[in-house]
């Protein structure tokens, strides 16, 4: 009876731990390029690509962005007019020099190449992201 009560038990937390750790990715190959690149820059401590985490999925990215041409980028100011500029060059600027308010009220995402270091690879992962098709 115990017995048969735990292997219930186990059977279930197994399958939690597989949806915990099924694949998580866009609707097309991630180059290797951009996932090394992600790894390294650390956003996947805060964002998944389905999965929401800290910071929106990059799927719903893509999805509120996608036919955007520009994007106005207001820092942690969210009641500041914003400055307007181009969508990827706005993105970047936002990944790069961090800000909050376009997700959720209460977490920012901190500054995360304040000088401008890794520009190019930021611009590479925006542009990737921008590139994921609705999901089916
Ligand atoms: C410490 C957690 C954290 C890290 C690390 C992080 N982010 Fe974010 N990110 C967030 C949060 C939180 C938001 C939502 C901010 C908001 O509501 O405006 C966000 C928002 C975004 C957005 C949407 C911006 C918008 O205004 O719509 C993109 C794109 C993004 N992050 C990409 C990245 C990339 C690329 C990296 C790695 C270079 C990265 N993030 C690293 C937490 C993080």
Redesign the pocket.
Known sequence: MVDSRMATVLASMVVFSAAAYAEDTPGIAIPPAIQSEVKA???D???GWERTK???S?QN?AD?YRNQATYVYKGFNINSVGEKLPLVQG?VT??SKG??????EY????P??PNGVHAKE?TD??NF?LSVPPKK
């Not at 977490?107 to 901190?110: F, L, Q, R, V």
């Open positions: 820059l650390g956003c401590a805060c964002h800290f910071g929106p990059w990215v509120r993105l936002k990944i800000g909050k308010g376009e997700w959720n977490i920012p995402m901190a995360n190449d930021i992962i925006v992201i």
